[in-house]
């Protein structure tokens, strides 16, 4: 079968599986949600061994970042689920008294997830518990580029869930390519810009919503007067803790002081050492870099002329095991590489300015990152970097941890990408909210009809203009006689 | 950036790149500002009534009756609901921070904090800001509402906009690109006349948001040129919008209904709206009696020719006049038919089962023609409109309960509304918006000032509580420590940690 042929057939079987009306009923899509939960509970260690072979992925980060993130959002979508699917009553108003509204969440009917290689078990059930709470019929595209979880999960997903309307399609950039020509009602993707973009312009032949869940260069601002050793913690956790660096909302780089970066920089190796030891390339902690192209990649980052001789901390790197390990650089210049495309590796430039609030300019004079994080004690500052930073998430005095919230909408703006999901948001992600409007026999609006005379228009207004007087003449059928 | 007529010649980078420095500069963001911005529209609103009502009588032949109705009156009022709750729609909304889980191995409920405790303590809430530069594109035969109603939103939502308001109702335009800089703040709200071409130039350039009204064909366009951006779009585009009309056993029902019907297509733009009724469905024994009752209500409401709008123009007289080409088409024609390419005004005309493969009843009629399709039982129409594409807005006309409940759960459609039609189009209190092919995103209300915003997560800790645990190197026991706080299960977890040191 062609590609063509069996993204088409996917696409139909889907559609009629979806129009029997199964995924509908409250009880299939919880049944599918325990499945899912069963398969992160029971699956872990076969799960956390798929995440070692494709990045080396430390357990801790696999069952932390990966599978407890999957079962709490099962959990909370169990939990949430008759809530979310019953209809809200809404105020009618008295333009069309008298009147019920109330708004019902549908869902958009056969969606497709494409997943990223990073997190490629979460970033794969998430979006699709999202998709499942809202009642559709869902193809999951795993991330070729990690391939043992893209094929434990083809293998595992119909053993614990329905195959007609839950399906895995593995693959690479052309089955990809196939999915996409074909007409969904919804496409969420994760990854980066570029495939974002033809995502889009895929989707709009269909015109299809799409969710872009992108990434950006994160920045970190310093400022003075904070804990410096659970600020380099923190730091270190969201960085090299999370996929050595290899996450969207990973601290990218570090804009403080010049008065405080060598504190900064001293705290921040100590910590690294107690952290991955002396001979971090032996740390079982750290996730290896996921293929040769992005070590090649992250490595030329390094090797630029203007850029190498400012490594500080680290910069070793080992090409047969893929492992580059955490790397400190100390005011790069601003048209570097490595300060004009997302790092998405455990290389961390620390740039210098003069006032703290210089940091702000030179974030703004960047794309809009998915998170901006900020250490300080100085409300002023906190205050100033919300109201004037524009990101996916603003994130004071912490970093990454902000996902784990159900109830805080994780999504990007502008170059970081569009829509939001996590908890109710990925219900909403994968729902048309549709207005219902029921109006009754009684109360017949003369005045709204031809043939208009000076006398209708002005009831007509004074009702708009939410006159008393005007709405009781309307509803009792004025004015009388004539038409 | 140089004149208008200037910038159209440059391809309008220089509008652009004034607009986003404006916006940068954070004047759009103050609330004062927007508060004003949205009073500046209300008194457009007030005191160029009149020339309002001119101008949409000469693009569309539109009663002043209706032009306030449908949109000066509707309008207002939304501006001032727009007004009245902006400050509270923007500002910062707690994400709730307690959670109430009932984890399967427990036996009792257990209070928890919403993040974790690797997260805990923290303050988690949701700030609205702006997107930034906003593009809306209007259309013509609602041409100040399809306008006005998305500008009160982004206004709302702090935004800088340019407007560029459909070239087929020139009046319209030019009334707008006089007056908008006469009432609000010329600097931040742009308005650009012009046709496609300038909508393409437009659309090569990155904006924060563009919203679409129109035809899919443009839709498509417009979503292809704004992938290259990854500019996020919202498209309100056009549907065949079905009324569905049960056997109603009263009279007084009948006459109601059929009032409403054709207000619903023939008062509202000569049935040149989105949301005007394309076609009935009706039990073919109920057939004959409603059009009895159609024939005698319409000669009674449009006693002169001006209570109807007249057709946009040639090219839209044209098309409708080719739906009745085929002579299978044409034969079925039970009321009116009479159409005058000199006023290019078509009188209510009435059809009863054309054939469904024709194109009258596959394309979007946009004009004052009524196809009446009769099925056997009314339920069949379910049926009927599953596998047809999800109009804008579906249509029922019925007291019976249970109709409704599958007419709501059976199908999909931007709205449903029960026993009325059009009127959904004037709420603030419900979403506007397409799904499937009639579009995506939704406005109106406090939906305008969301489809311009952007909800931003915030998350603040302070550097007083740390978990250990959270960090490597890693090991059994702080695994045990993590697996105990992921579940929830504190009080393992706090027994563990009094035996540790921080």
Partial sequence: ?483 | MGSLAEERALGYGGLVSDLREVYESGRTKDLEWRQSQLRGLLRLLREKEEEIFDVLCEDLGKHRGESFRDEVGSLAKSVEDKLQNFKKWAAPEKASSLLRLIDSDCSQPVYLAATPLVAFPATAFVMPEPLGVVLIFSCWNLPIGLTLEPLSGALAAGNAVVVKPSELAPSTAAFLAANLPKYLDSKAVKVVEGGPDVGEKLMEHRWDKVLFTGSSRVGRLIMTKAAKHLTPVALELGSKCPCIVDWLDSNRDSQVAVNRIIAAKWGTCAGQACIAIDYVLVEEEFAPILIELFKSTLKRFFTKPEFMARILNKKHFQRLNDLLDDPKVASTVVHGGYFNAKTLSIEPTILLNPPLDSDIMTEEIFGPLLPIITVKKIEDSIKFLKSRPKPLAIYGFTRNEKLKRRIIEETSSGSVTFNDAIVQYGMDSIPFGGVGASGFGQYHGKYSFEMFSHKKAVLKRSFLIEFMFRYPPWDDSKIGLLRHAFRYDYISLFLALLGLRR
Avoid at chain 1, 307 to 325: A, H, P, R, W, Y
Avoid at chain 1, 448 to 454: C, F, K, N, W
């Fill in chain 1, 1 to 483: 079968l062609t590609a063509t042929a069996m993204a088409a057939a996917v696409a139909e079987q889907l559609r009629e599986s979806f129009a029997t009306g199964r995924t509908r009923p409250a009880a299939w899509r919880e049944a599918q949600l325990r499945g899912l939960l069963r398969m992160a509970t029971e699956m872990e260690a076969e799960i956390c061994d798929a995440l070692r072979e494709d990045l080396a992925k430390p357990v801790t980060e696999s069952y932390v970042h990966e599978i407890s993130l999957v079962k709490s959002s099962c959990k909370f979508a169990l939990k949430n689920l008759k809530k979310w699917m019953k209809p809200k009553k809404v105020p009618a108003g008295v333009l069309t008294f008298p009147s019920t509204a109330r708004i019902a969440a549908e869902p958009l009917g056969v969606v497709l997830v494409i997943s990223a290689w990073n997190y490629p078990f979460l970033l794969s059930m998430d979006p699709v518990v999202g998709a499942i709470a809202a009642g559709n019929a869902v193809v999951l595209k795993p991330s070729e580029v990690a391939p043992a979880t893209s094929s434990l999960l083809a293998e595992l997903l119909p053993r614990f869930v329905d195959s007609s309307c839950i399906k895995v399609v593995e693959g690479g950039v052309s089955e990809t390519s196939e999915l996409l020509e074909q007409k969904w009602d919804k496409i969420f993707y994760t990854g980066n810009g570029k495939v974002g973009r033809v995502v889009l312009s895929l989707a709009a032949k269909h015109l299809t919503p799409v969710a872009l869940e992108l990434g950006g260069k994160c920045p970190v601002v310093v400022d003075s007067n904070v804990d410096l050793h659970v600020a380099a913690k923190r730091i270190a956790a969201g960085k090299w803790g999370c996929n050595n660096g290899q996450a969207c909302v990973s601290p990218d780089f570090i804009i403080t002081t010049k008065s405080l970066a060598p504190k900064l920089l001293e705290t921040l190796e100590k910590v690294l050492q107690k952290f991955y030891g002396y001979d971090p390339l032996q740390s079982p902690d750290l996730s290896r870099i996921v293929n040769s192209n992005h070590f090649k990649r992250l490595r030329s980052l390094m090797d630029e002329e203007k850029v190498k001789d400012k490594i500080v901390f680290g910069g070793q790197s080992d090409e047969m095991q893929l492992k580059i390990t955490p790397t400190l650089l100390m005011d790069v210049p601003l048209d570097s590489a490595i300060m004009k495309e997302e790092i998405f590796g455990p290389l961390l430039p620390i740039i210098t300015v003069d006032k703290i609030h210089e940091s702000f300019a030179l974030i703004n004079s960047m794309t809009k990152p998915l998170a901006a994080y900020l250490f300080t004690k100085d409300s002023k500052l906190k205050y100033q970097f919300e109201n004037g930073i524009s990101a996916g998430a603003t994130i004071i005095n912490d970093t990454s941890i902000h996902l784990t919230n159900p109830h805080l909408p994780f999504g990007g703006v502008g170059e970081s990408g569009m829509g939001a999901y996590h908890g109710t948001f990925s219900f909403d992600a994968f729902s048309h909210k549709k207005a219902i409007l029921a109006r009754f026999f009684i109360g017949e609006v003369k005045a709204r009809y031809p043939p208009y005379t000076p006398a209708k228009l002005s009831i007509v207004k004074g009702v708009l203009k939410g006159n008393l007087a005007s709405m009781i003449q309307a509803i009792l059928g004025f004015p009388r006689g004539g038409a």
